[in-house]
């Protein structure tokens, strides 16, 4: 069995995205800065008091499992906190009215704002293209409301008044609970993170991003928060085998699997499907949006990743077994093939070390 | 206490008849406070006095009996008719509750009381004769006899001030830390003795302090039990030993609760008859209570009998860890212990040594050799004042003639030699500890032959470029810790004292888990400290570091390398 860890690792450097290394961080305050800037006067056009929101990072970005994105549109979460009761403020009845009031504030500032269901989208462009975008969650905080629970205000304009709800949501307790199993354990933290972002990778390249056709990242990390074990090639210096422990979860995932028969227009049909349910409120089903078609696609490709790493996992070829890796519909060119030369060399190991033993 | 406190307790007892027609005590020295009343026993009404301390009600009361109360000649009825009802050891008690505490004690010495009258309770003579027979001896012997199920012939040696009983002289100079000529010059007289061991269940009600001791007679109906046993062999045998104008005699009296008690008669005969012979009603008896220094009796158990005593265990490093490792091994008995070192106790070390500075410039072996003969008796200690290569070459040590051999040295280099001879070539044993600098931790592993997993597995990397680092590292590996004191010469890397107890903790336990046999595979233990300093001084931790301790422990079986040369070919078990 070839040891391809070395390559894993060049690999999650190379599809990792850095908090430092983006642009968003700083689109991200620029974003914060207009809206402390525009909010009052788009209040007072309104006759509306002037709240003044805070705000706090959200996502992969905070969780620290991004990863840049193939077709270069990246993204960031941020939640943006209005101090409103979801009850009796100003926007109780209708949480859209809020979100038109950030659309208002952020207006002219691209030429791309729009109200999405779960947020405010700026989407930033070049050259005609979309490059990249920030999701604005917009939240009446538990400060404001009797039972101290944020709410997120959901729906969009043409929505009917059934689809304008304010919704219990606790994204800051979400990545406490997913990383509360290794509150002590750096090593298997960090594989943790490694494995979400090579699923995440697979995703990228095996689905198109539009619609529901794709598995979202917060299914795939909730999936990896239930099926994921640390895996060590040495289990007393921790060095991480990360080929073995992405294809515990990917095998995980295919086994997790289940048919269920139902009734569609008086025919029965059987599918298969697959439940990544939030730890955290509003524990909903994040899979739950993704048709039954593309469901049976998401198993295909899965099966697919399982015989690839498997493959890999007995190959004892380094060389070979990167390629594998490195093939499209697994982790794609980004996984590095080494040449035969450098997995020939032999390291010769030292005469002389320091230790750090003593009696 | 003072006297207005005392009456309150005293109004709190009159509100029920526990301590009839109390009183307190006039003119009690100092602030010890007395009451008397009176207590009903099964329908009788007896006088009693309670004394409480100074530090009443944070401790007991003491009940007494009024002399010649007919209930004085019972059990744990003690010296000036101390009632015996309850061992300071293991209570606790509510001071604020004062008066409960004494209705309490009370309770508990009525109990005793009733049980003596009817007799319940006269076993409890046995595990209590020594106290009384303290009470009417004037003089002692020091026992070093292993107290067996059968009567048996000893010697005494003795000088004007001490006597020794012991099976010979030999068992004197080891408890002593003395050579046999040594101890034949300093207790010159050596006298045959006997001790009789009397039958289990055997009650024999002890002489009183405040009365005339035993007659002959008394005494022989007393232990006539231990003489029907005898045959008639070792009956002439016993009796005869000292055919001379005086002797000393000792009997063991089974304990209910385990063991025996024991007790010292001499005599004096003028006309030479043995007191048990014939004629022997002449002589002049005196009890003589016996001191308990005897190996069974003081040696620590450990939860298997004494058999850490009959281990022979080979320690190779006695600084700061191996310090502590033989201390508490000997603690815990056991007893025969070869301790080899070719290091000087020096100033550098004296603060984390257990030795401190009381030996400097002098050969850590031999340091550690004079200390625990100095603070345990029957320690068997062999210092060896070389390196354990040196040793072996002179043939002063065999790795196959211990049970167990332990390595304290902080030295990979020739900790993996050592591991190959235990393991691979001696077939014993072997246990490995060390520390880490800057208290980050410290390690434990023992290896036992014929099973994988030894010392050099943990320099057996799969990744040849780590085949010279510690699997188990806590620090990262490649860097440097030793720092000079004094310019070149001896490094030290900086750790403390507390580092090398708490690893010399998980080697002691270590290492009687495998000489009781309790662990036959081998293990890592591993503890994790504060890594703030080493952080602080721009150093790297190892990520086993980072892990949790339920995870290190959860892996300590998993440490074998399947690239060990050693034991890489060994199957897994
Ligand atoms: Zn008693
Ligand atoms: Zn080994």
Known sequence: MANVQKQFDQYHNQIKLRQEETILAEKRDIIRKKLKENLPKVFEDHDEENLVPEFCDQGSYEMGTGIKPLDGEYDIDQGVYFPTSKDNGTYA???????????????GHTKDVCIRRPCVTVFYQKDGERVFHVDLAIYSDSSSNTDNTDYLAMGKRNSGDDYREWQRSNPTVLKDTFFRRFSNDEP??????????????????????????????????????????????????????????????????????????????????????????????????????????????????????????????SEVDTVEACKILASDKVLGDCFPIPTKEATAVVTKSAAVASSSNAG | MQKHEALIILDLLKTDDSLQESELVPNVEGNTI??????????????????????????????FLQNGSEYEDLPHVLKENMVCYQTTEGIILDEKQPAEIIRWAIQKAVIVLADGKKGAN???????????????????IINLVNTTAKSHEVKLFKNGQKSYLAQSVGDVARYLHLDIDKVRQKFPIEERSAIFVLPVGTVIRPPRFDQPFWLVDELKRVIQPALDTLSVKQYKQYIKLNN?????????????????????????????????????????IQPIKVLREEASYILPRG???????????????????????????????????????????????????????????????????????????????????????????????????????????????????????????????????????????????????????????????????????????????????????????????????????????????????????????????????????????????????????????????????????????????
């Open chain 2, 244 to 284: 001379s104008m005086s002797g000393t005699m000792v009997f063991a009296l089974p304990r209910p609760s385990g063991g025996f008690s024991l007790f010292g008669v001499s005599y004096v005969s003028p006309e030479g008859n043995h007191p048990f012979s014939e004629r022997g009603n002449s002589a002049k």
């Open chain 1, 188 to 313: 298997a933290r960090k594989q943790f993170r490694r494995v979400i972002r090579y699923m995440k990778r697979w995703k990228d390249l095996n689905f198109s991003s539009d619609g529901n056709n794709a598995p979202r990242g917060i299914g795939l990390t909730i999936s990896a928060h239930e099926g994921f074990m640390p895996k060590y090639s040495d289990p007393i210096t921790y060095k991480p085998d990360d080929l073995e422990a992405l294809l515990g979860l990917v095998n995980y995932m295919v086994n997790s699997f289940f048919s269920i028969t139902r009734n569609e227009n008086g025919n029965l049909i059987t599918v298969r499907r697959l439940t990544a349910y939030l730890p955290v409120e509003p524990n909903t089903d994040i899979y739950a949006r993704m048709s039954d078609s593309q469901m049976q696609s998401f198993e295909d490709k899965l099966k697919n990743l399982k015989t690839a790493l498997e493959k890999a996992t």
């Open chain 2, 303 to 573: 939860g298997s009998k004494t058999a850490h005593s009959s281990k022979r265990v080979l320690l190779v490093g006695s600084g700061a860890v191996g310090g502590y490792v033989a201390h508490e091994l000997v603690r815990a008995g056991v007893m025969n212990l070869t301790v080899v070192d070719s290091d000087k106790m020096s100033l550098e070390n004296t603060f984390r040594h257990v030795l401190g500075n009381a030996y400097q410039g002098r050969p850590k072996a031999s340091s550690m050799r004079d200390e625990l003969n100095r603070k345990f008796p029957y320690a068997d200690i062999v210092a060896i004042d070389t390196s354990i290569e040196q040793a072996v070459n002179d043939g002063l040590v065999r790795f196959s003639t211990f049970d167990l051999v332990i390595s304290a040295l902080g030295k990979p280099t020739t900790e993996i030699w050592l591991n190959e001879q235990a393991v691979k070539y001696a077939k014993v044993p072997i246990l490995f500890g060390w520390v880490e600098p800057l208290g980050i931790g410290g390690h434990a592993l023992l290896a036992q032959p014929g099973i994988k997993g030894c010392f050099k597995c943990l320099y057996s990397s799969i990744d040849p470029e780590d085949a010279m680092a510690n699997r188990a590292a806590f620090a990262g590996k490649n860097q440097w810790f030793g720092k000079s004191l004094s310019g070149c010469g001896q490094l030290h890397t900086p750790y403390g004292s507390l580092d090398a107890s708490r690893t010399a903790n998980l080697m002691t336990q270590l290492a009687l888990d495998s000489l009781t046999g309790k662990e036959t595979k081998g293990m890592l233990l591993s503890w994790k400290g504060d890594s703030a300093e080493f952080l602080k001084q721009k150093y790297v931790l190892s990520e086993r570091f980072k892990t949790s301790e339920e995870q290190l422990y959860h892996t300590r079986y998993l440490f074998a390398s399947s690239a060990c040369p050693i034991c890489g070919r060994l199957p897994n078990i």
């Open chain 2, 34 to 63: 007395a009451i008397s009343g009176k207590v009903s026993i099964e329908g009788h009404k007896i006088k009693i006095l309670l004394v409480l301390d100074p530090d009443f009600p944070r401790s007991l009361p003491y009940i």
């Open chain 2, 122 to 140: 006269w076993g409890d003579y046995a595990d209590e004769f020594e106290v009384y027979w303290g009470y009417v001896s004037s003089s002692s």
């Open chain 1, 93 to 107: 009845k209708d949480p859209v009215l809020l979100k038109e009031r950030v659309h208002e504030a952020l207006e």
